[in-house]
């Protein structure tokens, strides 16, 4: 038996790690340089380039 090389789909899931910025063309990973909104209650990030909303999650 032989091992099949990982799928094309399987390499598009893996670089879906990161987020995108819904008002302007920047990207970044998860991790990566956005900006936490910690007066807001949960999770709030916003983009570094233009301020908008890129993440907006209730505290539990």
Do not use: N, Y
Not at 8 to 23: I, M, N
Not at 43 to 53: D, F, H, K, T
């Amino acid at each position: 038996m032989s091992l099949c090389p990982p799928s094309h789909d399987s390499e598009q899931r893996t670089a879906k790690t990161g987020l995108f910025c819904p008002a302007c063309p920047h990207e970044s990973p998860v991790d990566g340089d956005w900006i936490a909104d910690d007066s807001a209650p949960g999770e709030r990030l916003c983009c570094p380039r233009c301020g908008a909303v890129v993440v907006d999650q209730p505290a539990l």
